[in-house]
């Protein structure tokens, strides 16, 4: 028996087999969790707003626009869930109108040098700049955390990205390389 695509799924809930759309949440509970988590970093938060994902993108169902990945819709619906949670808790979100410079080249992951893999000490090192990135991520304005954890741990493309926060290539692009700026500031002590 072969696996059932995203779209074979969405038309038989339509068509009034609800219970099937567990395999929608089997899907995509870890990743959008995960995504969630990020945002967040509470625990009961990320599975109440990951459980309020679900719930929105049952709902919104109807008005799926087969043209899009639906991966990229469901992270647009998990990114309106988490926007909405700020707003509820009064965090302020940074808005940058005018975009200015091109992304740089560098990933995030040239943070950690990859020969220091190899080394015990450099093993533990790596961790403490791993435990110092998560917490200098939470340290970005919002809009700029939601860039970074969607391109440099969710894995999503520039063009996803666009997709899913609705903004235009080249502001996601100043966003990371403003983010990455800040992020490499915060991290200058760790990274010398």
Not at 63 to 91: G, M, P
């Amino acid at each position: 028996m072969t696996e059932k695509t995203d779209r074979e799924i969405i038309n038989e809930v339509l068509d009034g087999n609800t219970e099937i759309f567990q395999l929608i949440i089997f899907r995509y509970q870890k990743v959008i969790f995960n995504y969630i988590y990020r945002m967040v970093k509470h625990r009961q938060e990320a599975e109440d707003l990951a459980q309020e994902t679900f719930v929105r993108v049952f709902s919104k169902l109807k008005r799926y626009d087969h043209a899009y990945e639906f991966s990229t819709w469901i992270y647009r619906i998990a990114l309106n869930v988490c926007r909405d949670f700020f707003r509820r808790k009064k965090f302020f979100f940074f808005s940058l109108q005018n975009p200015v410079g091109e992304e740089e080249e560098s990933e995030f992951a040239d943070f950690i040098a990859q020969e220091s893999f190899s080394d015990p000490d450099g093993v533990i090192l790596n961790q403490e700049l791993k435990l110092e990135i998560e917490k200098a991520i939470l340290r970005l304005p919002v809009k700029f955390r939601e860039i970074i954890v969607l391109r440099h741990i969710d894995g999503l493309s520039y063009e996803e990205i666009a997709n899913v926060t609705s903004l235009p290539i080249g502001t996601v692009k100043t966003y990371i390389y403003r983010a990455r700026k800040k992020l490499q500031d915060d991290l200058r002590k760790y990274l010398e």
